[in-house]
């Protein structure tokens, strides 16, 4: 699977931690060129020093990805450092509002719009307009069982996830002709400054866990080598499709 990433340029947004940082590391390690994308430098340019100690190839840009001219400047970066953009993992997003639907604010829905859908439709833009100037490419978006199902704390995150969910599959349909393919994971409970808070207490960890079939937190390793695939030619007959990594969540 790997042999077909050798060589090609791979553009992870988020890549300072958690998913997007595990899958940063884990297309260096295949052979791909690599951008890490994020807006904490420090933390950013650690990914990238990871990639190099292992013998990749990697540049970091900083950017907001709810930003037009920072996710341009960020397409065109990517350009100008390695040729091309071959593959693209749409994974920044952070924050999480919850309460009642009708207590919620006009900026409380602003925010979660532009973190978790808004931040995904301009990479998306960008990188679309990149790849139609080349023979296609690969692009997975990352949503969550949130964009499966109703999470009724919530509610916000959860529309703005299935959100990407729906973006992903207009998206396969509009560009399937061009060579470009677009997926979408959708992870469940999985190790990352997110969830950290989740993991270190011991019952609300032992409630979740008794909600999936495999009674443990994820890993980004684990999302991480679904992206590869979804990137890879063994994956060349795979658009529009939306994966679930979640232990069994939602079964």
Known sequence: MTDSLKGKVALVTGASSGIGKATAIAFGAAGAKVVVAARRQPEGEATVNTIRDAGGEAVFIQTDVIQPDQVEAMVKGTVNEFGRLDFAFNNAGGGRVTGRLHELSIEDWDLMAEAYLRSVWLCMKFEIAQMLKQDGGAIVNNSSVAGLKGVGGSPLYSTMKHGVVGLTKSAALQYGDDGIRVNV???????????ADWKH???????LHSMQAIKRHGEGDEIAGLILWLCSDSASF??????????????
């Open 201 to 207: 207490d011991p019952e609300r960890s032992a409630r």
């Open 238 to 251: 795979t658009t529009g499709a939306t994966f679930v990594v979640d232990g069994g969540l939602l079964a």
């Open 185 to 195: 994971v959708c992870p469940g409970w999985i190790d990352t400054e997110m969830t």
